[in-house]
């Protein structure tokens, strides 16, 4: 299995996990690409209609070249991105598990298939990540923060669908969700949705491709702006010499595997043997404090070099106590 890590410092990391405070490391099978995204999302027991609607509409969107991302469950999950596939679109997976132990079981077919069709499986956790709830619902933020808008097919009062729903509320997100019949008892979280949070009612699926690409280009305006702002206010690597370094002894080791030749996380896990969360984390430390730096060709230490050893004192001679 090729998995590889990405970090907010590698450039195919998704820019809208920075609205995440966490900015959380990935573990990534498969290929991301920048562009407009919908975020389609749902009950695991839809209705047949509802599935139906839910492989439509993603199919619809992938051929527009809109990418499909979702939870990778069964149900309305698996309809998307099965969609996106009947498209030969582009179709994202973020797991609520490690890669080693991809949930739902039933869906390591699929997952394959995405990966192997130019899409991506996407994990915030180390590889061997159990699926437990508190994981779902910190893939379920994540995935409202890369979407330009979350659609919501069919779902009950309380669901995952509905708590992705609710963290797009919070980042600003706009939601999108299917009208239900009255005499449907499988859509009361989409009604709610309509009634408590002024989500936009689905017409047809020219309206949605208008609102993901009319949310893609505020975002990439609203980016390139933050990029200017940041290359003006970005401040020069502090200078570390022989006083002021101040590395402790596991950051020290990972200046040094740099220096002999490490150049991304996945080849510092394996000569320091530490996950890639906690890797990542230390990389980002040592970048914002000059030691090392990211390049188009990798990791590599910074213009002013870091202290490795710190120079061993000088102990008298016969020489020195004779004169």
């Keep these: 299995m090729n998995v590889r890590t990405l970090t907010p410092l590698d450039a195919e990391y998704p820019k809208p996990l920075g609205a995440l405070g966490d900015r959380p490391t990935l573990r990534v099978r498969g290929t991301l690409r920048e562009g407009p995204t919908v975020a389609i999302v749902g009950s695991r027991k839809a209705s047949e209609a509802a599935l139906a609607y839910a492989r439509f509409l993603a199919a619809n969107l992938a051929s527009h070249g809109i990418a499909v991302w979702s939870g990778g469950a069964l149900g309305i999950d698996t309809s998307a991105h099965q969609g996106a596939l009947d498209a030969e679109g582009h179709t994202v997976v973020v797991l609520g598990s490690g890669h080693t132990r991809p949930y739902p079981a039933a869906n390591i077919g699929l997952f394959d298939r995405v990966v192997a069709h130019q899409g991506a499986v996407v994990s915030l956790y180390d590889d061997d990540a159990e699926p437990i709830r508190q994981r779902f619902l910190r ?158 060709r990798g990791l590599r230490l910074a213009s002013t070099r870091v202290p490795l050893q710190s120079p061993a004192p000088r102990l008298p001679s016969n020489t020195d106590e004779q004169s």
Aim: hydrophobic share 45%; aromatic share 4%; net charge negative.
């Design 139 to 296: 893939r379920n933020r994540a995935l409202a923060a890369c979407a330009d808008l979350v659609v919501i097919v069919e779902c009950d009062l309380r669901s995952g669908a509905r708590n992705t729903a609710n963290h797009a509320h919070q980042l600003g997100k706009r939601v999108a969700v299917v009208l239900q019949p009255p005499w449907s008892g499988y859509g009361l979280g989409c009604i709610e949705e309509l009634e408590s949070h002024n989500a936009t009612p689905i017409r047809n699926e020219e309206q949605v491709r208008m609102i993901v690409e009319a949310e893609w280009e505020m975002r990439r305006a609203s980016d390139a702006s933050l990029d200017a702002v940041a290359r003006e206010l970005r401040p020069m690597p502090r200078q570390l010499g022989f006083a002021d370094f101040g590395l402790a002894d596991e950051e020290r080791a990972l200046v040094e595997a740099v220096r002999r030749g490490a150049t991304d996380i996945d080849g510092l896990c394996n000569v320091l043997a530490r996950p890639p969360s906690v890797v990542s984390a230390q990389v980002i430390e040592l970048v914002l404090r000059g030691a090392i730096e990211q390049t188009h």
